[in-house]
């Protein structure tokens, strides 16, 4: 690569099918095949210029105490927490241009806490 990118690299994911790729309007997924642009990431971030990419896809080791505490109080059988450990959630990290933080983006929408508060 030239030394006019200043550090942005092109990522491919796991299956090659997809590029993904730093622009002046976010990060683009570009399917290869089709050469169509299937998304955007970081439209919104106020105008950030994201140069270092890395994608990460692969599935996470969760312990099966943890599973169940996520899933809730109620026991759940050994297929069904398999399962739920087993979906993917792909994350997608960049860094900016002049800014000493990193950006995460992935699928998974935020927790949201309870508006009230504590304890009513």
């Known amino acids: 690569l030239g030394a006019g990118l200043g550090g942005a690299n092109p990522v491919f994911d796991e299956s090659g ?3 993904c790729y730093s622009t002046l309007i976010g990060v683009k997924i570009l399917n290869v ?6 998304r955007v990431l970081g439209r919104g ?10 994608l ?3 599935v ?3 312990d099966s105490q ?3 505490s996520r899933m809730g109080d109620k ?9 739920a450990s087993s979906r993917t959630d792909p994350l997608f990290v960049a860094t900016a241009f002049k ?11 935020p927790a949201v806490e309870d508006a009230g508060g504590g304890g009513g």
Do not use: C, I, W
């Open 66 to 68: 943890m599973m169940q």
């Open 17 to 19: 099918h997809f590029l």
């Open 45 to 54: 971030e106020n105008q950030e210029r994201f140069l270092s990419l890395a």
């Open 33 to 38: 095949e089709t050469n169509t642009v299937v």
């Open 99 to 109: 800014k000493q933080r990193f950006y995460v983006f992935s699928n998974r929408e």
């Open 75 to 83: 026991p759940k059988s050994h297929d069904e927490m398999e399962a």
């Open 60 to 62: 996470p080791k969760v």
């Open 56 to 58: 990460y896809q692969g």
